[in-house]
C-alpha cells in the first residue's frame, strides 16, 4: 500500500532515525522492526545511551555524599541534568524539579501529600491513566474528601458541560491528563486550569504523553504540579519528574523518609531539607537523570515545534489508513490537529491480543490492552484495543505496513 507522503514531516527523518540503534533491528523471520508503540515507551538515541554509559565508565559514585573528584563529577551531572529538566519546562526555578522514579511516584507524592480533609473535593477526568486515578482514590479515601470527575463525549473530549458543578469553592484539586495515552485528546488545559484557580484549586498536570510532542511550558499553562516520565521522551526508564510551584512544594510534608532529604537527625524529631531535596530520599536514579538531561537535550536540538508537526503528519496518515480498513474503528478524535499521535482502535471480529500477535509475527510493534485505562475503554463499551503510536522517528512506510498488516489479520481471521 502506497500513498501520497504527508506534508508536515521531518524534512531530515532518515538523518533521525539513524541516531535510534534498534530501528536497524530485524526480528524473527528476518521481519524488520516496525515499531510503533512509542507511547508506551519511546525508544533510545545513541547519544542518551552514551552519556550513561560514558558516566557509568568514568565518572560513577554517589552523589552529594562522597567528598573525592568522582563524586564531585557524579554530582555535576546529576544537578546538571535537574538545570536541563528546568529549562525544558521553563520552570521559573531548578529547585521545583523533583526527581521520581516515573510520572506514577510524581503523582502518588502529591496525592499522599497534599492536604484534604472531609467536605473538601478532587476533580478528576475520566479519560485518565490509572497513574491519575488510583492515587486520588486513595487520597480521598483517607482524608473522607469527595472524588467527582468529567466525562466524555460520544467523540472522545472531555464533557465540559458541567464545570460550573464541578468546580466549586469545595474543590481543592483538579488532576487531569493534557494529553489522553488512550483516546489522543489534547485537553484544553489551560482554559481548564483558569477556572480552578478562579475557585482556589490547584492543578496538577499529568503530562507523559504531552512532553514528548508539545512544547511544555509550565508557567504558560497554569500548572500548579506537573508530572512526566523520561522513557516516553526517549529517555531512560527509572526517571521521571515532579514540577511544583515552590510555595506549594515548601508547604507539604516529605514523600519518603531516609538520607539526603533531612536538615537534622535526632533520635527525638529530624528536620527536613530544603526543596527539592526533601522530597528525594535515598539514592537517587543517578545515570538515569543524566540520560533523562540528554534525551531533552536532543528532543530540544530537534524542536518540539518540528516534532508536533510531524506527530500531527504522521497521525493524520495513519487516521487515514485505518479509515481505508473495513471493520476498524477509531476511539478518540479523528482530527489530528486535535489528537496526539497514539491512536486505539478496534478491528471487528479480532480481539485486540490477536491484533497484536499477527502484527508482531511481521515485525509490527502495537500494544494491545486498556492501555491503564479501563473507566475510558467502559465509557466507550470496549473491552480493550489496540493501539499504535507513532514518534519523531516514524515514517509513513512504516503505517504502510500496519495497514497491510491489518488487511492480513482480517483475511487470516476470515473477518470483513
Not at 39 to 65: C, F, G, W, Y
Not at 319 to 348: I, N, Q, W, Y
Not at 396 to 411: C, F, Q, R, V, Y
Request: a negative charge; aromatic letters at 6%.
Amino acid at each position: 500500500m502506497t500513498r501520497a507522503v504527508p506534508d508536515g514531516l521531518l524534512t531530515d527523518l532518515e538523518v533521525i532515525r539513524k541516531d535510534f540503534p534498534i530501528l536497524e533491528r530485524t526480528l524473527a523471520g528476518g521481519q524488520p522492526l516496525v515499531y510503533l508503540d512509542s507511547a508506551n515507551t519511546s525508544q533510545k538515541p545513541q547519544v542518551v545511551i552514551d552519556a550513561m554509559v560514558d558516566h557509568l565508565e568514568h565518572h560513577n559514585a554517589n552523589i552529594a555524599r562522597a567528598m573525592h573528584q568522582l563524586g564531585a563529577e557524579s554530582t555535576a551531572a546529576f544537578e546538571g541534568a535537574r538545570d536541563k529538566v528546568a529549562a525544558f519546562l521553563n520552570a521559573p526555578s531548578r529547585d521545583e524539579v523533583i526527581f521520581t522514579k516515573n510520572a506514577s511516584e510524581a503523582l502518588n507524592l502529591v496525592a499522599r501529600t497534599f492536604p484534604l480533609t472531609a467536605g473538601d473535593r478532587v476533580v478528576i477526568t475520566e479519560m485518565e491513566h490509572h497513574s491519575n486515578i488510583v492515587p486520588w482514590q486513595l487520597a480521598t479515601e483517607r482524608s473522607g474528601a469527595e472524588l467527582r470527575w468529567f466525562g466524555l463525549t460520544d467523540d472522545g473530549q472531555l464533557d465540559l458541560s458541567n464545570i460550573d458543578e464541578l468546580l466549586t469553592p469545595q474543590t481543592k484539586v483538579v488532576a487531569l491528563t493534557w494529553v489522553s495515552n488512550m483516546l489522543g485528546t489534547i485537553n484544553p488545559v489551560a482554559e481548564i486550569a483558569r477556572r480552578a484557580h478562579e475557585v482556589g484549586a490547584v492543578v496538577v498536570l499529568d503530562a507523559s504523553q504531552a512532553a514528548p510532542q508539545l512544547p511544555v511550558d509550565v508557567q504558560a499553562v497554569g500548572a500548579d504540579f506537573l508530572a512526566f516520565t523520561g522513557h516516553k521522551v526517549t529517555g531512560p526508564t527509572g526517571i521521571g519528574v515532579l514540577w511544583g510551584r515552590t510555595e506549594l512544594l515548601d508547604q507539604l510534608p516529605p514523600f519518603l523518609g531516609g538520607g539526603e532529604m533531612i536538615a537534622t537527625v535526632s533520635m527525638a524529631k529530624s528536620t527536613w531539607a530544603p526543596i527539592p531535596h526533601k522530597f528525594e530520599a535515598g539514592t537517587p536514579p543517578i545515570v538515569e537523570a543524566i540520560g533523562l538531561g540528554a534525551a531533552l537535550d536532543y528532543i530540544s536540538h530537534i524542536g518540539l515545534e518540528r516534532i508536533h508537526a510531524h506527530e500531527q503528519a504522521i497521525t493524520g496518515y495513519l487516521l487515514d489508513g485505518l479509515a481505508s480498513v473495513s471493520g476498524v474503528k477509531v476511539l478518540g478524535p479523528t482530527d489530528p490537529t486535535a489528537r496526539g499521535g497514539a491512536v486505539a482502535f478496534e478491528l471487528d471480529g479480532v480481539h485486540p491480543h490477536d491484533v497484536a500477535q499477527l502484527l508482531d509475527s511481521r515485525g509490527i510493534a502495537v500494544r494491545a490492552g486498556h492501555h491503564c485505562a479501563k473507566p475510558a475503554h467502559k465509557r466507550y463499551g470496549v473491552q480493550s484495543s489496540t493501539r499504535a503510536s507513532s514518534y519523531l522517528y516514524t515514517t509513513p512506510a512504516e503505517i504502510d505496513a500496519l495497514i497491510d498488516g491489518l488487511e492480513h489479520t482480517k483475511n487470516y481471521f476470515k473477518v470483513g
